[in-house]
């Protein structure tokens, strides 16, 4: 790619310790029985609805940017575990799908 003098040509690659995903925000229960790529999460985030939350980034495509993906903000301690458990594998991006049991949401 010949670089037009714009940022996105430079392609800099998203810093790994950002506190931040800079993308639209979806409700855990628009992805209700939707599949769905998780790509990264950040933990322990204060939110209005209280601390301890956790911000997760995912997408629908794999090759999207991440200006088109979406994330979520959980407090779910299913989903926590879940994604833990992938960071530790390192099994980055993983395809799931959101279900719920009454206010209880997991992956499947």
Known sequence: MEDDGSLSALKI????????????EINQQRLLNLSFWIVNYISGVKTKFGDNRTV????????????????????????????????????????????ASGNRYYFE
């Open 56 to 99: 997760v980034l995912i997408k629908f495509d794999l090759k999207d940017s991440e200006s088109e993906s979406k994330k979520f903000f959980t407090n779910s301690h299913e989903i926590k575990y879940v994604l833990e458990q992938i960071k530790e594998m390192n099994k980055f991006p993983r395809k799931v799908t959101m279900r």
């Open 13 to 24: 690659p998203v810093d790994k310790d950002s506190r931040y995903f800079n993308c639209s």
